[in-house]
């Protein structure tokens, strides 16, 4: 490679064409011979005319100039010219290249193998040997191996970025001690993060020779959780950016889709690290389907927060009085309320106290219970971390060694205080504001809440510290103190209408949300209790993009290694020990790197930068030059002018948008079933002769009259109006784009169903959804919800036609549709269950249902099927497959619906009996 300034030339042989230029200058230039002159008299009479239109004798000079620059950038173009490429070291001894493989390389990790390849490509040339060093926290050899360096080409293209932060060997030197006689040259592609053991490697490599380090080409976000009493994340960035953060979860339907959007907070800089604390301020019911957040646009492992039960809803147990049997009665006691505030937010276990324990709640609600005796086990429970929460009432201020009763946040006075009573000279208080910095901050007492009577606390120091709420006359009304890991929350009222109207206000369900939400549900790790679990099996995993990963070989984690972070036996991901599921995430704080002694090269230099392209486009533009240069000396001005207002009054090029399909028109205003066009142009003849022949079944035994099949061009047309598309699958047709998988998550969402139709049902039959590569590949990006086979009791057997079996041209082949949901039942005297309230978004199998129903020009069956009569019986069940599928898709479950018409029919005779 020639290297001149910042411009270097690939082929730079190519360059001595140049010298040809002063020589094409002469021949150009050089003048035809002179004329003989030969006096001839009628030249007399020519004397005096003007020749309008003259021809030159010579090209005129700018012409010629025009010419030469055209020769110069072609000569150029073809010597490989590129803008600041990658200057060759120059070194002659081994290379190192280090690569950065934790979670924050993978956003640039395409860019940063090809940067390796690139230097590792170079040293094969120059027959240097090689080493690479993949930083990513796994064991290495001893020593570093070094090897000719085209031989490290297979590892450096198998390599993945892991789920854990980067991770250098403990020892430089020894991992260095192998290193071949010369100066050693390292290529450091860096994440840009301080890491443990990078300065020690720095150090080390610079003093055996030059350290070029490659920074990231785009800024570094990472996502973290914060739990407390609120739980929140934090948005740590290495720009001012603002992403909005993505809570991903199941929907009511089971599909896992983005479910809220958060909005990052105000930015927090220090050394060149900004940080925006955002909060979950979501409902509880949303918020306890989440099961990951996401910044928006990221795709690695630190852009994850796998939602635990730090942020899922709580374990309550409630001891108490059992509820009066006797009818109206329930309102009276305590655990009603209880059971009403609670129930929509957790998951609740009543009980006496012992069988409570026994459950390993997070949050054991007493009403009005004093003298215990589990009272051991539950001091024992609270100090390990669990919440309790007490309610006073009748039985406690009556008791006479109240004063003297364990796990209570404040001293109490017997007895308890009447305030608005017949015999009291006061009346009922209401609740004074909330402190700003409190549990129940934000919240508002309305004015009608009062407290009629209340158990008094004893006058303290440190009681206004432990009064989370008060009364108007500032007495206590909910006291909490620690104790232990845990804490004890008493509420001076009763947990019913006895002593005042909190428990049938709203505030109480929100006090009561808040303080659950307080509670902790981590797991000790220095608890010694038999609920503890000493060890964490892996049950979903994250790899360094992100996405979920089987945790298949992984070894259970001890407690005391899920405080660390991340590292390559524990990646990133949820653990499990009985009920309990605990989130191990790659995000936290950024530490940004510093690199003395090294060459950084500019962040987001675009090295080697081809100019080929740009130097034919400028030859090509000079020639266009020429042409109307040429034109104006040989016609005129004038012809030359046209030429060029031609060329300005050129129409712009068409939009890159594609025109709608007009075909969809039709959609909005009759019934169209429709097909993926694939690009083999036999199969989607097929598909839509396949739907042609449906559509005329259809037409002919049923009251649906579809029109002509669509075409869908998935990158293009829109599916809004359509509620059947047949996608056949080949394995030579390219993924649609990611807005085409936008609009088809969105179609089935909205009721659609797409019917996929591996057609290898001839060869192996589909075994299952994942079975195919091709249909894996073009169906991962759907939101697909779990998948299995056709149940005999489902709807699509019985939607039209009596159903056993679901042929087309191939038989014997299981087709898959939304898995039921866990628990459904028919119901009495009903031969099938309500297996789900909508249709299933897809249906796959590989039985070329197309190739069965296809028919040519004349309506005749266009591919055979078996032999004789039983081809055709096969036929004729396919035939009515689609007739089931398509009045499956148009009326839903209808026939399941039928359950309900005997319990309507006896509510309207019953209305009618008793008349109006």
């Known amino acids: 490679m020639l290297i001149l300034g910042p411009i270097g030339f690939a082929a730079p042989w190519v360059l001595t064409a140049l010298i040809a230029l002063p020589v094409l200058w002469v021949i150009l230039r050089a003048l035809p011979p002179a004329p003989r002159l030969v006096d001839f008299p009628g030249v007399a009479l020519l004397r005096g005319l003007v020749d309008r239109v003259p021809i030159a004798r010579r090209t005129p000079w700018w012409l010629l100039l025009l010419r030469l620059a055209a020769v110069a950038a072609l000569i150029l173009a073809f010597a490989g010219p590129s803008w600041k490429p990658a200057v060759p070291s120059g070194q002659d001894g081994p290379l190192l290249v280090v690569l950065d493989a934790g979670w924050s390389a993978a956003p640039d990790w395409p860019a940063r193998l090809t940067r390796a390849e690139a230097a590792l490509n170079d040293a094969a040339a120059q027959g240097r040997p090689a080493a690479l060093l993949l930083a990513d926290g796994r064991d290495v050899p001893a020593a570093l191996p070094f090897a000719p360096a085209d031989t490290l080409l297979a590892s450096l293209r198998a390599a993945q970025p892991v789920s854990w932060g980067t991770g250098l060997p403990e020892d430089p030197a020894a991992a260095l001690a192998s290193v071949p006689e010369g100066q050693l040259a390292t290529l450091w592609i860096s994440d840009g993060l301080d890491h443990p053991n990078r300065a020690a490697w720095l150090s080390a490599l610079a003093d055996r020779g030059p350290v070029t380090v490659v920074p990231p080409a785009r800024a570094l976000r990472s996502l973290s959780l914060h739990g407390g009493d609120t739980p929140s994340l934090t948005l740590t960035m290495t720009d001012d950016a603002a992403p909005a953060i993505l809570a991903i979860g199941p929907d009511p339907q089971g599909v896992e889709r983005e479910l809220a959007r958060l909005t990052p907070g105000d930015a927090a800089n220090a050394a060149g690290i900004a940080s925006r604390p955002t909060a979950i301020d979501l409902p509880p019911e949303l918020r306890n389907r989440i099961t990951r957040f996401q910044i928006e646009g990221e795709a690695h492992a630190g852009a994850v927060v796998l939602a635990d039960d730090r942020v899922k809803r709580r ?375 396949g739907l042609r022949g449906l559509s005329m079944l259809l037409a002919s035994r049923t009251s649906v009259e579809p029109g002509d099949p669509v075409a869908i061009d998935l990158d293009a047309d829109d599916l809004s109006v359509l509620t059947f598309l047949y996608w056949p699958i080949t394995d030579t047709q390219a993924p649609p784009s990611p807005q085409a998988y936008v609009r088809l998550n969105h179609f089935m969402r909205s009721g659609g169903m797409i019917l996929f139709d591996t057609r290898d049902g001839d060869v192996a039959g589909v075994g299952g959804p994942d079975m195919s590569q091709a249909l894996q590949a073009l169906a991962s990006p759907l939101e697909i919800p779990p998948l299995s086979p056709v149940p005999e009791d489902h709807v699509l057997t019985r939607s039209f036609y009596l159903l056993g079996d679901f042929p087309g041209r191939w038989q014997g082949n299981p087709v898959w549709l939304e898995a039921p949901p866990a628990g459904a039942e028919a119901a009495e005297g009903v031969p099938f269950r309500q297996l789900n309230d909508g249709v299933s978004p897809v249906v796959i199998g590989g039985n070329s249902w197309a190739e069965a129903w296809a028919v040519d020009e004349n309506g005749y069956p266009a591919f055979p099927i078996g032999r004789g009569w039983e081809g055709e019986a096969q036929r004729e069940m396919a035939y009515r497959f689609g007739v089931n599928l398509i009045m499956y898709v148009l009326t839903g479950n209808y026939k399941s619906d039928q359950v309900h018409v005997p319990a309507l029919l006896d509510r309207m005779r019953t209305e009618e009996t008793l008349g109006p």
């Open 315 to 689: 374990k309550v147990g409630l001891v108490g009085e059992a509820d009066r049997q006797a009818e109206g009665q329930e309102l009276l006691s305590q655990l009603h309320y209880l059971r009403r505030a609670l129930t929509p937010t957790t998951d609740l276990v009543e009980g006496g106290l012992g069988d409570v324990l026994d459950t390993a709640p997070d949050v054991i609600v007493l009403a009005d219970q004093v003298d215990l005796a589990e009272a051991d086990d539950l001091s024992s429970w609270v100090d390990d971390g669990g919440l309790l929460i007490r309610f006073a009432g009748p039985r406690m201020a009556a008791f006479e060694e109240l004063q003297t009763e364990p796990l209570v946040p404040v001293a109490l006075r017997q007895g308890g205080r009447d305030i608005g009573g017949a015999l009291s000279w006061g009346d009922p208080r209401g609740i004074a504001p909330f402190a700003a910095d409190g549990v129940f901050a934000g919240l508002t007492a309305p004015g009608d809440v009062a407290i009629r009577a209340q158990l008094m606390a004893q006058p303290a120091p440190d009681l206004a510290g432990k009064t989370l709420a008060a009364l108007s006359d500032n007495t206590p009304l909910v006291t909490r103190d620690r104790v232990g890991q845990g804490q004890v929350v008493l509420f001076h009222v009763t947990a019913n209408a006895e002593w005042s109207n909190l428990p049938i206000s709203g505030l109480f369900v929100e006090m009561l949300n808040r303080l659950v939400q307080t509670a902790r549900v981590a797991p000790s790790e220095e608890g010694t209790d038999d609920r503890d679990q000493p060890f964490w099996t892996p049950e979903t995993v994250l790899d360094g993009f992100g996405r979920a990963a089987p945790a298949d070989g992984l070894a259970p984690v001890a407690a005391a290694d899920l405080a660390l972070d991340p590292g390559p036996d524990r990646p990133a991901g949820i653990y499990a020990a009985g009920d309990r599921r605990v989130a191990l995430n790659a995000g936290g704080p950024l530490v940004l790197a510093d690199w003395p002694g090294a060459t950084v090269e500019a962040s987001g230099a675009a090295a080697g930068q081809d100019l080929r392209g740009p130097l034919l486009a400028l030859a090509a533009l000079i020639l266009a030059l020429d042409a109307l240069g040429s034109a104006m000396i040989a016609r005129g001005g004038r012809v030359a002018a046209a030429l060029l207002l031609a060329l300005l009054v050129q129409p712009a090029p068409p939009a890159m948008a594609q025109d709608p399909n007009p075909e969809l028109a039709r959609a909005a205003n009759e019934v169209v079933l429709a097909y993926v066009i694939t690009g083999d142009e036999r199969i989607d003849e097929t598909s839509r002769d």
